[in-house]
């Protein structure tokens, strides 16, 4: 990476900073330009925004003045110039949900999701859902739109608001994976009067087991069923199929597992079913990417925690769609990191 392809790159991160903070780059007070520095300084370190730089308050300040849409607005923007890299507009795509957490260290309060045992006596967490492309004929796993969940939120409201918002910048959604973690009869029924086609990896496959001690190895049944849901005295009907997959080897760790998924199409190819849902596996290696570059903060506000996250997103979005095949990701922040030293410098 050269001197202005870096400089390019923290040019669009100002931008970014600047227009969900409603900041003015040319204005007396503070900005995208001088925030990157601790920000890049901090997610390479892996550490606090707090012990590396004297702006962290005004940073939270300025997070905390304006609505969390205004950030992921913004992010959204990112993905519609990036997008166009891979024709996004003229492709039907595979689309994947995940729940990313982080831990929390403090009082309770009414976001946070009590009883969680995490990291070195963590005992909440905040929480995030993002919604990624894991098409096969798109390498990348980009993630397209993220948005903090909280304790008592309508998951099922939230996964149809963003497949809303993302739908326009895409030709077709072909499928929906969605993990264990989505499985609710409520999301099920939503998704099917939306008309968007799921698979989802059924939690409890035990209750299964008759079926699945009659079938032999490798065998493969699907199942029409019926389902009621019950909200606000009224009872809502939808069906689904229930596909079962008997000792299916998997190739990554060379064991033998029972399957089980919930799709709404009527027909499903067992042949191609597994490989389709291996195909959020992609998120795992991007979520570990951005891992090694997270920025850490002492607040206990939801909206300086997503923030950081979104942020971390955009840098993993610009390195994935541009410069994946060229430098690793810890080199590609390094390098951004140097280029926002000798800006400041020249100021």
């Known amino acids: ?89 003229e492709k039907d795509v595979v689309l994947a949900f995940n729940y990313t957490d982080e831990d929390f260290y403090g009082n309770s309060q009414g976001f946070l999701i009590p009883r969680w045992k995490g990291r070195d006596g963590g005992t909440k967490k905040f929480k995030f859902v993002t919604c990624s492309i894991v098409s096969s004929d798109i390498p990348q796993n980009i993630p397209l739109v993220s948005i903090p969940v909280w304790m008592g939120q309508n998951i099922a409201h939230a996964i149809t608001w963003c497949l809303t918002v993302i739908e326009p910048m895409l030709k077709s959604i072909s ?88 799709t709404n199409q009527p027909e499903i190819d067992f042949d191609h079913i597994i490989n389709s849902y291996r195909r959020r596996w992609k998120l795992e290696e991007g979520f570990r990417i951005k891992d090694e570059t997270c920025i850490k903060s002492k607040s206990t506000d939801v909206n300086i925690r997503f923030f950081y996250f979104a942020y971390e997103q955009a840098l993993q979005l610009i390195w994935v769609t541009l410069y994946k095949e060229r430098v690793s990701f810890k080199i590609f922040m390094i390098n951004l990191y140097e280029e926002c030293l000798k800006r400041q410098k020249m100021e």
């Open 175 to 262: 499928l929906i994976l969605l993990n264990k973690g989505f499985y609710s009869k409520e999301l099920m029924l939503t998704l099917s009067d939306s008309k968007y086609p799921y698979l989802i990896f059924v939690p409890n496959i035990s209750k299964y087991r008759n079926e699945l001690a009659r079938m032999e190895e490798k065998e493969k049944e699907k199942i029409h069923s019926k389902f009621k849901f019950d909200i606000d005295k009224t009872t809502l009907k939808n069906e689904n199929t229930l596909s079962l997959l008997q000792q299916i080897f998997n190739e990554q760790n060379e064991k033998s597992y029972d399957w089980a998924f919930v």
């Open 1 to 89: 990476m050269d001197s202005n392809q870096c400089l390019l790159i923290l040019n669009n991160l100002d931008a970014f900073i600047d227009h969900s903070l409603g900041l003015k780059p040319d204005d007396k007070f503070l900005s995208g330009f001088h925030y990157n520095q601790d920000l890049l300084k901090a997610s390479i370190a892996n550490t606090y925004v707090e012990t590396i730089g004297n702006k962290a308050d005004s940073l939270h300040l300025a997070i905390k003045n304006v609505p969390t849409s205004n950030i992921y607005w913004e992010y959204l923007e990112i993905v519609k110039t990036l997008g166009a890299k891979f024709e996004l507009q």
